[in-house]
């Protein structure tokens, strides 16, 4: 049957029997593969696998979707520069690009303490009454070193490796370099898609990891927090970044639509870059230019964390009403604008947005940092909405700024959006 060729649909299947299988049989899931979990540094990228059966599955996916991230980065906004032409249009989309990030990441900080003042998620719960272990939280805010957090960030330092030497090869007219980075991509992306079928694996693996470790129970009594980010999320996407979508004439549930296959990669997994790629082919497809793709995705991966930006701000206006700490305007204000920087460049640091929090209650030094320990059990299961929030929005950001370079065809969009089936079905087909 065709619906058995069809990859969303493997996806979600694997979605619903890890839930079923880390709720009803924990042990299983959560039996020791190895001794001590894997870590390791390979071509810039952190590579983590857990200890776990459900680990092992979701960690190694993961780990493999990383090993084409910075690659691509680097061929992407290199070839998208020298796609553009010249070094002008370059510098005008990247100067837009970088005034979007900032504007529609600070609206959504505004947004976030904004309706945490309004459901007040903290006002009820009891911190004496949770036991919980501090030690995690004290020790990630006194060993925090900034310097540490950038050197370590090799996203970032991809990005800018990435277009210098796509500045030079387009004023140097490099033919020979340029060639060679078209040719790298071509097997980039089609060896991805050959991992990509892996993916109801690793969405599996993370699913059952997440419900066995920390069950279903961990949710109710942090629930009100956890409800909150979501409407939280729900509304910044259909209401702003669906009006984005809507000035730049594209609707926002058949955008959703063409992208579920993508969206359920990340709830699976809890992680955004593992189908970014994906992502940025959907786009090209659906009438984005080459050129405005490589160079404004790959950059909104590290500086448009809209779902990320959301979570801080709520989660220490959370903390904030738990220990019954009244915050005047200037400390809101010092919060807005601490988070404004911290929260560029988190998605290059496995745990970076624990390490932000922790960073900025520090800095603040009104919110005792112990309370961040709540966070600990939930913070998994927040972790999906942030991704497909930030997920989402760096898609958005490409298509308005696309519309807005007038390089976005509509004609493409159509056909991508009137033929979503038979894309994901090429998937499969690279088997045969």
């Given at each position: 049957?065709?619906?058995?060729?069809?990859?969303?649909?493997?996806?979600?299947?694997?979605?619903?029997?890890?839930?079923?299988?880390?709720?009803?049989?924990p042990?299983?899931?959560?039996?020791?593969v190895?001794?001590?979990?894997?870590?390791?540094?390979?071509?810039?990228?952190?590579?983590?696998?857990?200890?776990?059966?459900a680990?092992?599955?979701?960690?190694?996916?993961?780990?493999?979707?990383?090993?084409?991230?910075?690659?691509?980065?680097?061929?992407?906004?290199?070839?998208?520069?020298?796609n553009?032409?010249?070094?002008?249009?370059?510098?005008?989309?990247?100067?837009?690009?970088?005034?979007?990030?900032?504007?529609?990441?600070?609206?959504?900080?505004?947004?976030?303490?904004?309706?945490?003042?309004?459901?007040?998620?903290?006002?009820?719960?009891?911190?004496?009454?949770?036991?919980?272990?501090?030690?995690?939280?004290?020790?990630?805010?006194t060993?925090?070193?900034w310097?540490?957090?950038?050197?370590?960030?090799?996203?970032?330092?991809?990005?800018?490796?990435?277009i210098?030497?796509?500045?030079?090869?387009?004023?140097?007219?490099?033919?020979?370099?340029?060639?060679?980075?078209?040719?790298?991509?071509?097997?980039?992306?089609?060896y991805l898609?050959?991992?990509?079928l892996?993916?109801?694996?690793?969405?599996f693996?993370?699913?059952?990891f997440?419900?066995?470790?920390?069950?279903?129970?961990?949710?109710?009594?942090?629930?009100?927090?956890?409800?909150?980010?979501?409407?939280?999320?729900?509304i910044?996407?259909?209401?702003?970044?669906?009006?984005?979508l809507?000035?730049?004439k594209?609707?926002?549930?058949?955008?959703?639509?063409?992208?579920?296959?993508e969206?359920?990669?990340?709830?699976?997994?809890?992680?955004?870059?593992?189908?970014?790629?994906?992502?940025?082919?959907?786009?090209?497809?659906?009438?984005?230019?080459?050129?405005?793709?490589?160079?404004?995705?790959?950059?909104?991966?590290?500086f448009n964390?809209?779902?990320?930006?959301?979570?801080?701000?709520?989660?220490i206006i959370?903390?904030?009403?738990?220990?019954?700490?009244?915050?005047?305007?200037?400390q809101?204000?010092?919060?807005?604008?601490?988070l404004?920087?911290?929260?560029?460049?988190?998605?290059?640091?496995?745990g970076?947005?624990?390490i932000?929090?922790?960073s900025?209650?520090?800095?603040?030094?009104?919110?005792?940092?112990?309370?961040?320990?709540?966070?600990?059990?939930?913070?998994?299961?927040?972790s999906?909405?942030?991704?497909?929030?930030?997920?989402?929005?760096?898609?958005?950001?490409?298509?308005?700024?696309?519309?807005?370079?007038?390089?976005?065809?509509d004609?493409?969009?159509?056909y991508?959006?009137?033929?979503?089936?038979?894309?994901?079905?090429?998937l499969?087909?690279?088997?045969?």
């Open positions: 049957m065709k619906i058995f060729r069809n990859l969303t649909f493997w996806v979600l299947l694997a979605i619903v029997l890890g839930i079923f299988l880390g709720h009803f049989f042990t299983l899931v959560l039996q020791k190895f001794e001590k979990a894997i870590k390791l540094n390979f071509l810039g990228q952190e590579i983590k696998i857990g200890n776990t059966f680990e092992f599955l979701s960690g190694s996916f993961i780990s493999i979707v990383k090993l084409f991230i910075n690659p691509i980065i680097l061929v992407t906004i290199s070839i998208g520069i020298v553009m032409g010249n070094l002008k249009k370059v510098g005008r989309l990247g100067a837009k690009a970088l005034l979007y990030f900032e504007i529609i990441t600070t609206f959504a900080l505004l947004i976030g303490i904004v309706v945490a003042y309004i459901i007040q998620p903290g006002a009820s719960v009891d911190f004496s009454t949770f036991n919980i272990d501090t030690n995690q939280v004290k020790q990630t805010s060993n925090f070193d310097w540490k957090f950038f050197k370590e960030n090799s996203t970032i330092q991809i990005l800018i490796f990435s210098l030497l796509g500045i030079l090869i387009l004023k140097l007219q490099w033919k020979k370099i340029e060639n060679g980075l078209l040719f790298i991509s071509k097997y980039l992306f089609k898609h050959k991992v990509m892996l993916a109801p694996i690793g969405a693996g993370g699913m059952a997440t419900i066995g470790k920390y069950g279903l129970n961990s949710l109710f009594p942090l629930a009100k927090l956890m409800l909150s980010v979501y409407i939280t999320m729900f910044f996407i259909i209401v702003v970044l669906g009006s984005l809507k000035y730049s594209v609707k926002i549930f058949p955008f959703l639509n063409y992208i579920r296959e969206l359920l990669i990340v709830l699976g997994t809890s992680s955004s870059e593992s189908a970014l790629p994906n992502l940025m082919e959907k786009l090209e497809k659906m009438g984005c230019s080459k050129s405005v793709v490589g160079l404004v995705v790959p950059t909104g991966y590290s964390l809209d779902g990320t930006t959301i979570y801080l701000s709520m989660a959370f903390l904030a009403q738990v220990f019954k700490v009244h915050l005047d305007f200037n809101i204000i010092s919060i807005i604008g601490i404004m920087i911290t929260s560029k460049g988190a998605a290059g640091v496995t970076s947005g624990f932000i929090l922790a900025t209650l520090t800095s603040i030094k009104v919110i005792p940092i112990e309370g961040l320990a709540l966070l600990l059990g939930v913070d998994r299961f927040m999906e909405a942030r991704s497909i929030t930030n997920f989402i929005g760096n898609g958005v950001a490409t298509i308005f700024l696309a519309r807005n370079e007038n390089e976005f065809d004609t493409k969009m159509e991508a959006f009137n033929n979503i089936n038979q894309t994901e079905d090429i499969i087909d690279n088997l045969d």
